[in-house]
């Protein structure tokens, strides 16, 4: 059941990003899609974390939550942020998801193997948090949206700093 939760999970963080284009919903709403305007800091849903985001992300992703399939065996309110495509063509792309896992339910998930589902950047409290990114840049070169993902993907201390537990 695991594995099969995994294997949902790394398409839905590895893949195309997700494309929707409903309209912003309400926060409660598990599928809430919001566009973020500015700033760098980001409230998780349920209040657990912040994300410092890079200012040079602003104005150009958006923040969706992943349904119960695509997270797996995260807790609820696992988010993935999407670049949003200048060509209107162009689907949305994951740039980062961030997920958080009990202890046991992240020990069940490294113990079956192959690779994870993110890099654990931080244990707190029996919660472990998780950061995924995008293995390739999925815009053709040298279209202006390969090179502004390019420039947006996280470096290794970013990732590393980008959770913070409250």
């Known amino acids: 059941m695991t594995k099969r939760c995994v294997a949902l999970l790394v398409p839905a963080i590895l893949a195309c ?4 284009e409903a309209p912003p919903q309400s926060a409660a709403d598990s599928a809430a899609t919001t566009v973020v305007p500015g700033g760098s800091r980001f409230a998780a849903p349920d209040g657990s974390y912040v994300l410092e985001l890079p200012t040079r992300w602003t104005g150009h992703y958006r923040v969706d939550s992943l349904s119960t399939a695509e997270r797996g065996g995260a807790r609820p ?3 993935v942020f999407s670049y949003l495509p200048s060509d209107s063509t162009m689907r949305p792309q994951a740039l980062a998801v961030v ?3 009990d202890s046991a339910a992240w020990a069940a998930v490294r113990a079956e193997g192959g690779p994870p589902p993110g890099d654990s950047v931080i244990a707190r409290s029996g919660r472990v948090y998780v950061v995924a990114q995008a293995q390739s840049n999925p815009f053709p070169q040298p279209s202006a949206d390969a090179v502004l993902f390019g420039l947006l993907q996280l470096k290794p201390a970013e990732v590393m700093a980008m959770v913070l537990p409250r």
Do not use: C, D, N, T
């Not at 990003?17 to 929707?20: E, Q």
């Open 99 to 101: 997920a958080v896992y």
């Open 77 to 79: 309110g696992a988010l």
């Open 17 to 20: 990003g997700r494309a929707s």
